[in-house]
């Protein structure tokens, strides 16, 4: 029987658990239809996961062309630099695999001050995100997706009921910003710090 949504797997070591993740990863990504968004995590533990998705069976079943890579979490150093953990995952695998280059989204940090690559970075999210919106049942994605949905459903009942609070006192006037709530989906901010991890937080987050 296949497992439901939210099952606990336990494995008895990190490579039993690197091997059963990129497992896992390659039939979901096969089981979708369309274009399918992987976030990726930094540090070592994935790192075994990583280089498994380079090897045989999965290099040659994975979807390269429809898989798309984001960073989940980031520090503002170059790719080469041993911090860099896009540079860590190129490391790994996708320089070693058949992945289109644009399929590929780092988060800039050459040639552009911190600032900047925040608000590039958090465009390019904003963009990728809305395929989850439009095909939700095709994409993989870091564990801040299903929170975002979460605070969206939240932020969304919070503005209708400040909205219809407004319309009673004021006469049926909205504000902008209740207005653009309203509307507006719980996307990711990108924030950066200098050699501290980039992260992935929906607006209004402290």
């Not at 979901?28 to 533990?45: E, F, K, P, Y």
């Not at 690559?117 to 095909?135: C, N």
Request: positive net charge.
């Amino acid at each position: 029987m296949k497992p439901a949504i939210g099952t606990l797997r336990v494995s008895d070591d990190l490579a039993t658990l690197s091997r059963a993740c990129a497992d896992h990863l390659c039939q979901m990504a096969r089981a979708a239809s369309d274009r399918v968004l992987v976030a990726l995590s930094g540090g070592n533990t994935p790192k075994p996961m990583y280089q498994l998705l380079a090897q045989e069976p999965v290099r040659s079943q994975l979807p390269w062309d429809r898989v798309h890579w984001i960073l989940g979490d980031e520090r503002f150093v170059p790719p080469s630099d041993p911090d860099s953990n896009y540079g860590m995952a190129r490391a790994a695998f996708l320089s070693h695999v058949p992945v289109p280059p644009e399929n590929v989204h780092p988060v800039p940090t050459e040639g552009v001050t911190l600032d900047e690559a925040a608000e590039q970075y958090e465009a390019m999210l904003m963009k990728a995100l809305r395929w989850r919106y439009l095909a939700p049942r095709s994409t993989i994605a870091g564990p801040h997706l299903a929170r975002a949905r979460a605070r969206r459903a939240h932020r969304l009942a919070a503005a209708r009921s400040t909205g219809l609070a407004r319309n009673k006192t004021l006469g049926g006037t909205r504000s902008p910003r209740t207005a653009a709530a309203a509307r507006e989906p719980d996307l990711p901010r990108a924030r950066l710090q200098p050699r501290r991890r980039f992260s992935c937080r929906g607006r209004g987050e402290a």
